[in-house]
């Protein structure tokens, strides 16, 4: 049983594309993120979500829009893709309260050309 | 803002060796602190965290880290690395906007000789 799990596993697509990564948990969890981890390993935060309200938004361009339609979901979808948008990007999810740990799915690579 | 800075890119060591991967964090008041294991094509795995208390903490496969407030460190130790271990290490420090948001390191790759 897949805790955290992400769809596609691998996605490669033209500049320009719109395109969208799901990810769903079956942890209970009310509380979902997206995190970005590019060619060097660096990884980012770029949202949470806690009970379907946006509550972390790190300077991530408009072109990248979450979508949470339930606690257990939590959906990206990017516009107009860029070279530059090509990373490995990871969904995770933890309990709000305190410093629970996060649980990491395995990752969607974003391949742009 | 908070920072984390991993000093070593890449790390080999040999089976049956010991382990120090070192982490130092910039964090105005006390530090909540992770190490996160990323095996090839995986998502991150929590090995350990620190809150408070005992500054030396236990984690999971035989890992642990010592916090040391006065060296801003919180550097991760293993005495006998298995080949197994071999992955990317990510040191985090954490602080609560509404969620938790977690700063990383850029990673350490160890590399395991047989």
């Known amino acids: 049983d897949t805790a955290v799990s992400q769809t596609p596993k691998y996605l490669v697509t033209q500049m320009g594309n719109d395109k969208s990564i799901k990810c769903e948990q079956n942890?209970?969890?009310?509380?979902m993120y997206w995190y970005k981890q590019d060619s060097k390993k660096f990884l980012k935060i770029m949202f949470s979500?806690?009970?379907?309200?946006?509550?972390i938004n790190e300077t991530v361009p408009n072109r990248f829009s979450p979508k949470s339609p339930d606690k257990a979901h939590l959906n990206l979808h990017i516009n107009s893709l860029e070279l530059g948008d090509s990373a490995v990007y990871f969904c995770?999810?933890?309990?709000?309260?305190?410093?629970?740990?996060?649980?990491f799915g395995p990752g969607t690579r974003l391949t742009v050309l | 803002a908070q920072s984390v800075t991993q000093p070593d890119i890449h790390i080999t060591v040999s089976e049956g060796a010991s382990l120090e991967l070192r982490c130092n964090y910039s964090?105005?008041?006390?530090?909540?602190l992770f190490w996160y294991v990323q095996s090839p094509g995986q998502g991150l795995q929590l090995l350990l965290k620190?809150?408070?208390?005992?500054?030396l903490v236990q984690g999971i496969k035989g890992f642990e880290a010592e916090f040391k407030r006065s060296q801003s460190s919180f550097n991760l130790r293993k005495p006998s690395v298995h080949w197994s271990d071999a992955a990317e290490y990510f040191c985090?420090?954490?602080?609560?906007?509404?969620?938790?948001?977690?700063?990383f390191g850029q990673g350490t790759r160890l590399t395991i000789n047989p």
């Open positions: 620190y809150f408070s208390g005992d500054t």
């Open positions: 942890l209970g969890h009310d509380t």
């Open positions: 964090y105005g008041a006390t530090p909540y």
């Open positions: 995770a999810s933890s309990q709000l309260a305190g410093y629970n740990e996060q649980f």
């Open positions: 979500y806690n009970n379907k309200e946006l509550i």
């Open positions: 985090a420090v954490g602080e609560l906007q509404g969620a938790q948001k977690l700063v």
